[in-house]
């Protein structure tokens, strides 16, 4: 296990100052989630236009270097994008994490696609696995309107 | 036994994390095991195993003695008067858990009020919750003063002609206060009160004698004083044992069944149903033999140098912030570091052996008060040493080149 791998630049810097932090204005979708075992916590707030599209993203939560890092590059990632793209993005997000599968969605650039992977470091401490993941989660919720 | 080799006695030492020594400093959490309550273990199984107190062949005659033996040792150990006193449990939990249900059930009514504290660990809170959503009772909370510990007064005033228990940790897991047990006895005796002690924390790290601290009734967890996992104790005196109602029924705990009419059977088998953990039990005498082996005093007294030890040495590093200061403190502590949380924290002591736990640790009650949603915990054990403190420190100084700090 490399330390290393897991605590990136990347990682830490966005740990270190998360972008899109708090609520962004006329959103019109929001969900919450919540890890039980350690009592981190984070709440999506986004704005899907008329044209399904996410116009705007952005959360407010308390957490470790990981999940806000997470939380921090998932807005990044997913605002501006159309809901079928952010589905498939969150969809293979998941997979990377579990199955190692490398990110494939082609309107990602290539600087994009490599922040996403360096939360891949994760799958070495299946512990922090969660940490990673409960704020994609959360999103999929708010896209799909479940309220928490 | 000499303290400095207890170490050799614990077989999980013999092994690397992350190919560094491992330093183990989650003892709150529960606590390794001697390679003698193993043995016992094993033992039992290959030579005396059977079920307990139902067969009449040689083997069931041979673990039902094993197992009640151990309860006689029990209650030597923490000075009971009754060894039908003794109730083994699942654990801790289950212990609470079964004062609050069949203690609710009888004496708890609409309006009462169970008196708590918010050092408390959710399983001396949740099951006294039950009881709230289940007879439209209250529960108060016993407020904590900015050093982590609760005063005697504060219980003191929250006591009424309402208050139908009162019940408290010994020593807190997450900042070491340890309560004033037998004052907190003498003030509800006075008012016929029961006192229920959750001695999670308090069983492994302290002298616990139930005839100097007066309690009803004390929650006892194995796991956490060397010994086996999946079994805990209750303590409780008998008069209450007698008019409590059975916790949860099966066989072994009945006197006579019919289609009408059920009786139970005498302590301490009415609380005891079903098949029980046998061999936990008969090596759990082994985790008291080891305790007794080097005596209680000398392991409070290493473990309260090797606190004072870490204290001193987290007190001089500027990026830790200590959680408590309460006057009586047990060898539990929990900290903070600027700009990293305590599961990174958590994950890179992790890679240089050192294991620690990082959370809430179940009291989010009182993390909510102190303003904290997570706090980092070392807590320490008989087998550790200055080294392993030293460790720790060196540890926590690589986090900080982890995070570029």
């Known amino acids: 296990m490399e330390l290393r791998e897991l605590y990136q630049e990347i990682i830490l810097d966005h740990g270190k100052s998360p972008r899109n932090k708090g609520r962004c204005d006329q959103f019109n979708r929001d969900a919450k989630g919540h890890n039980p075992l350690c009592g981190d916590k984070v709440h999506i707030f986004l704005k899907l236009n008329k044209e399904m599209k996410v116009e705007d993203l952005s959360f407010e939560g308390e957490g470790c270097a990981i999940s806000l890092a997470s939380a921090s590059i998932l807005t990044e990632t997913i605002k501006g994008k159309d809901l079928n793209v952010a589905k498939k993005i969150i969809s293979d997000f998941l997979d990377m994490i579990k199955n190692e599968v490398k990110i494939s969605v082609n309107s990602l650039s290539d600087d994009q696609k490599t922040t996403i992977m360096s939360l891949s470091g994760v799958k070495q401490f299946p512990m922090r696995v969660k940490c990673a993941t409960m704020v994609w989660h959360t999103l999929t919720m708010a896209l799909e309107g479940k309220n928490d | ?405």
Not at chain 2, 33 to 56: A, C, H, L, Q
Not at chain 2, 287 to 294: P, T
Not at chain 2, 394 to 404: E, L, Q, R, S
């Open chain 2, 1 to 405: 036994m000499n303290i400095k080799d207890v170490k050799n006695y614990f077989p999980i030492f013999n092994q690397k994390i992350n190919g560094k020594p491992l330093v183990y400093l989650d003892s709150a959490n529960s606590s390794q095991k001697p390679k003698s309550v193993i043995d016992r273990m094993v033992r039992f199984y290959e030579t005396e195993y059977s079920n307990v107190g139902r067969g009449v062949h040689s083997l069931a005659v041979k673990s039902t003695n094993s197992f009640e033996k151990t309860r006689d040792k029990v209650k030597k150990y923490i000075n009971a008067i009754f060894r039908e006193e003794i109730i083994f449990t699942k654990g801790a939990t289950e212990s609470i858990n079964l004062v609050a249900t069949t203690y609710g059930d009888k004496f708890i009514n609409k309006g009462d009020e169970i008196l708590i504290t918010e050092l408390e660990h959710h399983s001396n809170y949740v099951p006294w919750n039950f009881v709230r959503e289940k007879k439209g009772a209250i529960i108060k909370f016993a407020p904590v003063n900015e050093n982590g510990e609760v005063e005697i007064d504060e219980i003191k005033k929250l006591i009424n002609d309402k208050t139908k228990i009162i019940a408290v940790t010994h020593l807190s897991n997450v900042t070491g206060a340890i309560m004033p047990i037998k004052k907190i006895v003498e003030i509800a005796a006075k008012k016929n009160i029961p006192v229920l002690v959750d001695g999670t924390q308090g069983a492994p790290h302290l002298e616990i004698d139930m005839q100097d601290l007066g309690c009803d009734f004390y929650a006892i967890s194995c796991h956490k004083m060397y010994g086996p996992n999946g079994l805990g104790i209750l303590y409780a005196k008998k008069k209450w044992l007698e008019v409590l109602p059975p916790y949860q029924g099966g066989g072994g705990m009945i006197d006579e069944v019919k289609k009408e009419n059920i009786t139970y059977a005498e302590l301490p088998a009415k609380f005891e149903p079903g098949t029980m953990q046998t061999a936990e039990v008969v090596s759990f005498s082994e985790a008291l033999n080891f305790i007794e082996s080097i005596g209680i005093k000398k392991i409070l007294e290493h473990e309260n140098n090797l606190m004072e030890y870490a204290l001193e040495k987290l007190k001089k590093n500027n990026s830790v912030n200590i959680v408590g200061n309460p006057k009586n403190k047990g060898s539990v502590i929990c900290f903070t570091m600027k700009g990293i949380h305590p599961h990174d924290i958590a994950t890179i002591l992790d890679d240089d052996g050192v294991a620690i736990r990082a959370g809430h640790h179940c009291c989010q009650i009182l993390h909510d008060k102190l303003g904290l949603t997570a706090t980092a915990r070392a807590s320490f054990g008989v087998y550790n040493s200055k080294d392993d403190i030293d460790t720790l420190c060196k540890a926590i100084d690589n986090c900080k080149k982890v995070f570029n700090i």
